[in-house]
């Protein structure tokens, strides 16, 4: 972009075929299917001077999401037990929670393992008791859905839970019933031809991206809030 601006600076009507060149790129690639979210701003970083914090923008978390399609090909809830911190299962293999885990360490640094493990053992009355544990387990309480949401709404990373398409940006994490078993998903920065924004995750055969953001009921819809790195502040 630097260049193409040097350029017109000194020729300003070649830069008019430049421009006439782009727009008729933009056309042919209108009738896909899939949009890409490129069409608007390329981050979502919001600086917060005061506090230092950022909301970190679609391309961390969501590449790092699709970086796991066709490598995490199996749904396997299996507990396994895991090395602490950064404990992972196997890439090819796991659940919803695990493409949330692996996006949000590789793409903005939050191991979750820890972050619950730590927040649970200091409010361990505050998280659900579905399971009838007395303590913590840091091989599995960041892998459920309902510990996942208890710890965002801790934060303060909660949204309004809403219908209007409008209001998922790429690189929100929303949480939902499949049925009666609670299931997340990461909002993608691709959009369906209605401009319903596509979500990835794994609800049964692996890593997808897939147009089913309202297909399930919604029940929590978080932003994820990180501390200004060097190269955002």
């Not at 840091?138 to 219908?163: A, M, T």
């Not at 499949?178 to 794994?202: E, F, Q």
Request: some cysteine; charged content about 25%.
């Amino acid at each position: 972009m630097r260049n193409l601006e040097s350029f017109a600076k000194g020729r300003a009507w070649k830069s008019s075929h430049w421009v006439l060149a782009i727009g008729i790129l933009f056309v042919g690639l209108g009738c896909e299917r899939v949009q890409s979210a490129s069409k608007g701003p390329k981050t979502q970083a919001i600086k917060e001077t005061a506090g230092k914090v950022a909301i970190i923008g679609a391309s961390p978390i969501v590449q790092a999401a699709r970086s796991q399609i066709g490598k995490t090909t199996i749904y396997d809830p299996a507990y396994v037990g895991l090395k602490y911190p950064g404990g992972d299962v196997p890439l090819e293999r796991g659940v919803c929670t695990d493409v949330v885990i692996r996006a949000l360490r590789q793409g903005v640094g939050m191991d979750l393992q820890k972050l619950v493990h730590e927040d649970m053992k200091k409010a361990f009355i505050n998280y659900p008791k579905i399971w009838g544990l007395k303590k913590t387990d840091r091989n599995i309480d960041h892998r459920r859905v309902p510990n996942l949401s208890r710890y965002f709404e801790r934060k303060r990373y909660s949204l309004g839970v809403s219908k209007n398409k409008g209001d998922y940006l790429a690189g929100d994490l929303v949480a939902c019933l499949v049925g009666k078993r609670p299931h997340i998903m990461i909002v993608s920065d691709k959009k369906a031809n209605d401009g319903t924004p596509l979500i990835i995750h794994n609800i049964g055969s692996g890593t997808k991206e897939e147009n089913r953001l309202f297909e399930f009921p919604i029940t929590g819809h978080f932003r994820i809030k990180h501390p200004l790195s060097d190269s955002v502040k």
